[in-house]
């Protein structure tokens, strides 16, 4: 029994947190005590030295200490005030008269103010809920199919999840060791591509299925004269200029996330200031909104420390590494397999507990498989963008489901989601097999032609 455990702790350790996690344990609470008491397992059977806890105050302490985890309570909090603040309804009644005399154009609308959304906001639960909650009721009472109104408003809010400057880029930049700004820059062109995705599928349903997204009735439109187009501006204006100011900033090298983040935070206070919808009861809520959250990552990613420090002792990521670099085929098979155990995982894993358990396992693998990090992030962002769609675990869909209208069935919902799931599948393959359009230089050609670590491994077959 002592030699099996010798030889087998990692895999073992590594199956019993699965498992714990499977059972609902809290995850914070679940990678530590794992760490902790597989560490005195390891201790009792020499595999490894006490004075390796000796760092755990340190590597604990970096995590409080890191400036780039800073970005996500500046960028919570600057989406809550902006979503508090009434943004997000003026912004799909004004684009939402602007298309509504195309077929399709409230689900255009949708797409579009989603995308600003997300790039103002950069989180899901504020843009699901405050599209569910003014533009699903909208486009029911003008005859829009359910599943199609369900599915555009789940897809559109969860762009939050990959465009920039999402919460999800920055820990995985964190995870990945690579910049933030360059996982900005490489998930920009993959995130635009699907939001065009999102808007070829309506174009196609208004086409196929015209009954299913309608345009608005002559009678209820609203007739833009000059004046008309000037609130219109004055409405798409400051979002756009708030992207510009945390997004351009970062992208010319001006600001780092961080200081992005905080002008993003201070420009979401004045324009609440400027629509007179500022209040101390606004201020509270988002400030302690933004603190939950940015404990239950601090908390996650201090258990996830404790976790890899002795998993890594035990010589755990040379077992997942033999693992992963042993199947045949090379980059591709690898490739392969972590978008289906990421897509599986998402099942039933929450998205900061695949980036803090599941990446810093996959990291030493790609770089032994000479894979660029800022592309493989991007393409694991976008797969794990679909966690917030799954039918019927996904995040997406139960923010829908608390926001939505009762008329609107949960089935609706579930069905709703799938083409959007397909849609975020799709443009994942796209990004395999064209990892140029991430920003990282490097062609499909360089991604297929065999690496070192596949010569070696041929070698040995041989």
């Known amino acids: 029994m002592q030699e099996f455990l010798v030889q087998n702790i990692a895999p073992i350790m590594f199956g019993c947190m699965v498992l714990m996690l499977a059972i609902g344990y809290p995850v914070a609470f679940t990678l530590a005590a794992h760490g902790l008491i597989f560490g005195v397992i390891g201790l009792s059977l020499d595999l490894l030295s006490p004075s390796i806890y000796l760092s755990l105050p340190d590597r604990i302490f970096s995590v409080m200490s890191n400036e780039t985890l800073l970005a996500i309570p500046f960028f919570t909090f600057m989406g809550l005030i902006l979503e508090r603040s009434g943004m997000a309804e003026e912004l799909l009644e004004t684009i939402g008269q602007l298309f509504g005399s195309v077929r399709g154009g409230l689900a255009y609308a949708v797409i579009f103010v ?35 109104a369900a599915g555009v408003v789940a897809a559109s809010g969860t762009l939050a999840q990959i465009l920039p400057p999402s919460l999800v880029l920055i820990v995985m930049a964190d995870q990945l060791g690579k910049s933030v700004g360059d996982m900005y820059a490489g998930a920009m062109w993959p995130s635009l591509g699907l939001v065009g995705l999102y808007a070829l599928f309506i174009a196609c349903v208004s086409i196929i299925w015209p009954a299913s997204v309608p345009a608005i009735p002559p009678e209820h439109r609203v007739r833009f004269d000059f004046k008309g187009y000037v609130r219109a501006g004055l409405t798409l204006i400051p979002p756009l200029l708030l992207i510009f100011l945390v997004l351009g900033t970062i992208f010319i090298g001006l600001a780092t996330p961080t200081e992005g983040g905080a002008m993003g935070a201070m420009g979401a206070v004045v324009m609440a200031t400027m629509r007179k919808r500022l209040s101390m009861s606004l201020l509270n809520q988002a400030m302690h909104a933004t603190a939950k959250l940015t404990c239950f990552v601090i908390f996650i990613l201090i258990g996830a420390r404790v976790f890899s420090l002795t998993l890594y002792a035990v010589d755990g990521h040379l077992w997942v590494e033999h693992l992963l670099t042993g199947l045949p085929g090379g980059r591709i098979s690898f490739l392969v397999f972590v978008n289906f155990l990421i897509f599986f995982l998402a099942f039933f894993l929450d998205f900061f507990e695949l980036a803090f358990i599941v990446v810093p396992l996959l990291v030493p693998v790609a770089n032994a498989l000479d894979i660029d990090l800022v592309w493989f992030g991007v393409m694991i962002s976008l797969n794990l963008q679909t966690s917030f769609m799954h039918p019927p675990f996904g995040f997406s869909l139960f923010f829908l489901r608390s926001a939505a209208p009762k008329e609107l069935r949960t089935t609706d919902i579930y069905y709703g989601a799938i083409p959007f799931i397909l849609l975020q599948l799709l443009m994942v393959a796209i990004l395999l097999f064209a990892p140029e359009i991430a920003s990282t230089g490097r062609t499909a050609g360089e991604l297929l032609k065999p690496s070192a670590v596949d010569d070696v491994m041929n070698s040995l077959s041989q």
């Open 114 to 148: 989603g995308a600003l959304l997300a790039a103002t906001t950069g989180v899901v639960a504020a843009s699901v809920i405050s599209m569910s909650l003014i533009s699903i009721p909208i486009m029911m009472r003008y005859g829009y199919s359910h599943r199609i």
